[in-house]
């Protein structure tokens, strides 16, 4: 079975930081792109970035870019998503999710003075 585990989220000021991870199991992690999504209430889940499998390459929404880095170590089936320079519209539940569509039960992170 595909499970996918976030956590590292919190209550964060403007201008913080948080790193969130996502720790895999029930499949082979090193073969799978791995996705961050995020959710507000009343709105639809938001893409935020992916990372491919191997690592190397990164895409990101363009309202982070510059701000959130995501990145993986495949001997840990884990993947991070750093944030930094947080604003109060980064407030979300965030979640890591396959291409295939499986997803965690996310992390909430709150940006709030």
């Known amino acids: 079975e595909v499970q996918l585990v976030e956590s590292g989220g919190g209550l964060v000021k403007p201008g913080g930081s948080l790193r969130l991870s996502c720790v895999g199991s029930g499949f082979t992690f090193r073969s799978y792109d791995i996705e961050w999504v995020r959710q507000t209430p009343g709105r639809e889940l938001e893409w935020v970035a992916t990372?491919?499998?191997?690592?190397?390459?990164?895409k990101y929404l363009d309202s982070v870019t510059g701000r959130f880095t995501v990145s993986r170590d495949n001997a840990k089936n884990t993947a991070y998503l750093q944030l930094s320079d947080l604003k109060t519209e980064d407030t979300a539940i965030y979640y890591c999710?396959?291409?295939?569509?499986?997803r965690g039960r996310g992390t909430q992170v709150t940006v709030a003075s």
């Open positions: 990372i491919a499998s191997y690592g190397g390459s990164a």
């Open positions: 999710k396959l291409l295939t569509g499986e």
